[in-house]
Structure formats: C-alpha cells, structure tokens
C-alpha cells in the first residue's frame, strides 16, 4: 500500500461511525476508531524484534498509534485492536517472558 492508500483507509476508517447489523439475531452497534498518531522510532524497532516492517505498516504508523475496529458500542468487545509500535514492543517482551518461565518449568 502506498502513502496516499494508507491515508484514505484512515478516512474511510474515521467516517464509518456507528455501523448497526440488524440483519443478526441479536443487534449490536458497532463503531471504530483511529488512534492519534504518536512519535516511533522505526530503525529501532526493527532492530528491537529484528525485522524488516512491511513499508505499509510504517506509512499507517505514521499516521496513527492504532485502530480499533468494531468495537461493540453496547458491551464493549472488539472486533480488532492494531496495536501501536511500543505496545507491540510491550507484548512481545512479556511473550518472551512467560515462554522462558513455562520452558523453565516444564523442566523441573
């Protein structure tokens, strides 16, 4: 995706508003959200996981801290939460930390 691709899935993304599904057994309203953009730093995140981002993920960073999508209005579930830079930083480290405690137990 390009640059200009990324700032019209931000926009198309921003004008959804609240999508309702009566066509399902029980209506839940459902709206999304694009996060405020927030400075990252990405040499050092790809260094940090050691890869290489796909060039479109940079562009939509650039652009925002994340996306929620289809947050269920009246219960609040979600559909699907992009994460930002430093909270895929986050989990991945504790990713990694809870697989060396299981793996440490797994041998005593």
Known sequence: MEQQDIDKLIHAIESIGIV???DVSM???MHCQVLPPQPWDKKAFEESLGITLPLALVHLWDKTS????????????WG?????SDRVITEQEQRIAQDHIQSASSFT
């Open 20 to 22: 309702d599904s009566p």
């Open 80 to 84: 699907l939460i992009l994460w930002s």
């Open 27 to 29: 209506p839940m309203p």
């Open 66 to 77: 994340g996306l929620r999508l289809f947050e269920d209005v009246t219960y609040g579930q």
